[in-house]
């Protein structure tokens, strides 16, 4: 069997953070899924924040690996990111080597979008390997809803995606309709690209016991980085109407984790500065996964309100756990979530109120949601690492 080679700029590139985004959970879940299956064949390499490609060496990289899961599963991350001189020691640690030590050829993989604007950058490494290239795409989302991406946000991922295109051997969708949304950029490539879809695997939840409210009051969790196309706005208008209508004790609490993004002043403005808001709605920026876990296991519901999304990994870890969902009606949440999540239209206000009120009171739609949960199976990363090793073998056999 040729050489599998794994990417893990993404993650060296987070080494002063403590908690992870989804993409570097992803990355992680690679690492820890193809060491499994292919051992000492499987080889790590890196663009170094310096700048410099190689080879990492296998301990430095397996020890960074288990750092960066104890620090996710215990930090806080709302102390902000640790100082470039504490960092130090792991820069030095993981500079790459100049050569892999398994030679050249065979597959490499890569699943973040970290450094894919470099399109020249990306063929030198290919041409280094002299190895077929297999990538995740995440989403298409900045091309297709520019409007909820930064300002250079579109600019930036066409890049991404003409990369792919022009030399990509096969690409892996983390759901169907992610690939239908890269499959225009494979057929205007003229190139023979191998299109595969792998629901992501479904992250497993802290084995801790439900949090409770301080006052006994149900509450809801939304899970996501504060960002327009996540539309956060929709449930603190929510939140600021039932405060202003409801007596204080029948108004449930509404939990908001995820680090502040882009393009968000009103709802920064709103979760800051809105009296009504302030009994009722907390902010957590950087929660260890014990502490996420123990909130999405007694919620009440999980909330995901989004425009648009390319994969709907919140649904999975909170059906997973045995919290139900309600969610918008996107291609993405329905591929995961099945006919289990109360689904809706995310500018249907009235349609929000009326299932939040009645998940808070255990009332007829959460009691139909909580029977169609047991049918709901989750997707897991053995399945989704079999896909992956399928299509290495596919590349593998044609480089023969």
Known sequence: MSRVVLDLSRLISRLRHSTPSGVDRVEMAYARGLLGLYGERLEFVAVHPGGLYGALRRDAALA?????????????????QRSLVSILPWLMRLLPRPFSPGGKGGVYVQ???????????????LAREQARFLCLVHDLIPIEFPEYARP????????RMATLAALADGIIGNSAATLEAFRPWAEKSGREIALHVALLGTEKVAQVPPAVSADGRPYFICV???????NHLLLLHLW????ETLPPKDVPRLVVIGRRGWENEQVLDMLERCPALRDHVEELNGCPDSRIGALLRGARALLLPSFAEGYGMPVAEALAVGTPVICSDLAAMREVGGSVPDYLDPLDGPGWRAAILDHAQCGPVWQAQMQRLPDWREPDWGTHMQIVAQAIAGLQHEGL
């Open 64 to 80: 960074y690996l288990d750092e960066l899961e104890r620090r996710w599963a215990n930090e806080e991350g709302s102390k902000g």
């Open 111 to 125: 699943v973040s979008p970290h450094h894919l604007t470099r399109q020249d950058k990306v063929r030198r490494i």
């Open 152 to 159: 250079n946000g579109a600019a930036l991922h066409r890049k």
């Open 224 to 230: 996501g980085t504060i960002e327009p196309r996540k």
């Open 240 to 243: 600021r109407q039932m405060a």
